[in-house]
């Protein structure tokens, strides 16, 4: 069986499952979000129904999109999400921390071996995690906030096999929208995506949230990696060691199977509207931008913020474009803040958000204007994403946002290690 | 009219209507009814205008792709469509359109299917005729226990059937 087999069949008590079936599976966490959790029907409806949360401490609730609230209404609903956890009983209740999936991560929540469920299609990224995490509407939720469980077919997987050393410049988000281009933005649906192979062992458990975050933009119901001695001391360091991990078996059948040269790629550029319309950077190297956004749950980790302050070490943002940065939780911003990287974007012009999901689409802090084009480091660029409808997101890897930034242009970041 | 067969006029789109245009996400702080006006508003800014109770969106490729957000289905319902009949569709989106008691249909020959044609879907038969074109097309009619759920308005019903908390 693959990893994602072993886990429904474990959570659905069977000794084996195969893609097509449909079984009954155990929750281990479900979270909501501000946005789609209690107040889109599941407060009203528990209360209807009479039912109480069929158990808190699997429960989270993140108050992520509307924080900071632009506005008395977002401010209302980030404040009934507040009551109603209050209320409910769910004391993991996280409000102005950062996005959810990055949350989820550092609070323990993404286990080996386990299944999440969220209000948020982002759900995958635990899988980097060996975690089976997908993302349901609110109703389903509701759903699970009364039984416990949820009905999922058995998907079928499909094999990613990165093998090989990435070049300097090139990162975790040029493999995933390489991925995604190649599959195209359906290519996964109803599948599972699984990564595999050196260069994704060699990466920091950051790099791969980056990789799984983005499955559902092939349509994919999880992205899995297989955990390995990185996340079992990510979750040492978070006070989890109790958990059993699960791997795909040597024998394990694969819808399909996909093989790459790490050295071979390319930084990668998903264009307008699409996130599988996806180019080599020197395609679009040239093309002027208004606004750089290097955040969100798939691209504002400490790793990225990294990469972006070794680039703009001594340079400044061009007077073309801004630059907004926004670190993806609380955790990230004081340990990018102590290491001095904030300073470091401060200094070459860049303005620091708070963590929060706003700009990615186009909630608050940082919305575009009709005519304005945007390099994001999140994870789509659909028609008025991030604000007008007349406006254009691009999405690239923070290297490629950073050195775009500099330019005023989209730039590729292979220029910038030259000789270095 | 049994809720096993929706009749209405189509509105025709093309490949990868996202959840971002179905319901854009600077409108999702506001009530149902607003953002029902907003609907389908990426491509078509005029829909929930022209809309008529039981209408029927006929689309291509990958419907309601991207975002878990419900507000997508709701906006459609809210806006008076009946059913919504794509080539395929994104997985969480199909998932929630059952869930809230929205009918959905998978159907190869929606490259056929013009905007204007009548269509009656006959939800129990797997059947959808094209009334102004006079065609009939075929489709594997959704198992007994989830129109079920469509009949009994979505989730939330057959929860109220199922559990007893109280």
Request: with cysteine; glycine share 10%.
């Amino acid at each position: 069986m693959t990893l994602a087999e072993k886990i429904l069949a474990r959570k659905a008590g069977m000794a084996k499952v195969s893609p097509g079936e449909i079984v009954m599976a155990k929750v281990d966490c479900a979270m909501m979000t501000d946005i789609l959790g209690p107040r889109v029907h599941i407060a009203d409806e528990l209360k209807r129904l009479g039912c109480p949360v069929w158990d808190t401490s699997k429960t989270v609730v993140v108050a992520d999109h509307y924080t900071p609230a632009a506005n008395a209404k977002q401010a209302g609903i980030v404040a009934f999400s507040r009551n109603w956890a209050r209320e409910a009983g769910v004391d993991n209740y996280f409000e102005g921390m950062g996005p959810c999936h990055q949350l989820l991560a550092e609070k323990g929540f993404s286990l080996p071996g386990t299944l999440m469920v969220g209000t948020d299609s982002h759900t995958c990224t635990a899988g980097a995690f060996g975690c089976f995490g997908t993302g349901i509407g609110s109703t389903e939720m509701l759903g699970v906030l009364v039984t416990g469980e949820i009905w999922l077919r058995v998907p079928e997987t499909i094999k990613f096999n990165w093998k090989g050393k990435l070049p300097k410049g090139v990162m975790a988000k040029d493999v995933i929208l390489k991925s995604i281009g190649d599959i195209g933005h359906a290519g996964a649906t109803y599948k599972v995506m699984e990564f595999v192979g050196s260069a994704i062992s060699e990466m920091p458990v950051d790099e791969r949230m980056c990789i799984t975050n983005m499955a559902v933009e092939a349509g994919a119901k999880t992205g899995l990696m297989a955990p390995d001695q990185k996340i079992f001391d990510y979750l040492k360091a978070v006070g989890k060691t109790d958990y059993e991990p699960l791997y795909s078996d040597v024998d394990a059948v694969y819808s399909r199977e996909l093989s790459y040269d790490a050295a071979k790629l390319t930084p990668q550029v998903a264009c307008p509207h699409e996130v599988d319309n996806v180019k080599d950077v020197t395609e679009v190297v040239g093309t002027k931008i208004d606004q750089i956004y290097i955040g969100s749950c798939t691209g504002g980790r400490l790793h990225d913020l990294a990469v972006t302050a070794s680039l703009l070490k001594n340079r400044k943002v061009s007077s073309q474009c801004r630059l907004m940065v926004s670190p993806a939780s609380h955790d990230v911003w004081l340990k990018a803040s102590k290491a001095g990287i904030l300073d470091t974007l401060a200094e070459a012009g860049a303005m620091i958000l708070a963590p929060s999901c706003g700009a990615c689409l186009g909630l608050h802090s940082g919305a575009l204007a009709s005519g304005e084009k945007c390099l994001s480091t999140t994870n789509r660029n659909f028609i008025g994403r991030m604000g007008s409808k007349e406006s254009e997101v691009y999405l690239s890897s923070p290297a490629t946002a950073a050195v775009s930034a500099i330019e005023g242009r989209i730039a590729d970041p292979r220029e910038f290690f030259k000789g270095g | 009219m049994s809720q096993y067969i929706i009749r209405g006029r189509v509105h025709k789109y093309g490949d990868n209507i996202n959840t971002d245009i179905i319901s854009p996400g600077q409108y999702m702080e506001l009530s149902y009814t607003e953002i029902a006006a907003h609907a389908m508003e990426g491509v078509d800014p005029g829909f929930s205008r022209k809309v008529k109770p039981g209408d029927i969106v006929v689309a291509g490729k990958n419907f309601g792709s991207g975002s878990s957000r419900e507000t997508a289905p709701i906006a459609l319902k809210y806006a008076g469509v009946g059913a919504v009949v794509a080539d395929f569709f994104a997985r969480i989106f199909y998932r929630n359109c059952i869930n809230i008691g929205l009918p959905v249909v998978e159907l190869p020959e929606v490259e056929d299917i013009n905007a204007g044609d009548e269509l009656e879907i006959q939800l129990l038969e797997g059947k959808v005729l094209n009334i102004t074109q006079g065609k009939t097309y075929q489709f594997t009619a959704l198992p007994q226990h989830i129109l079920e759920m469509i009949q009994e308005g979505g989730l939330v019903s057959l929860l109220e059937k199922k559990v007893a908390c109280k």
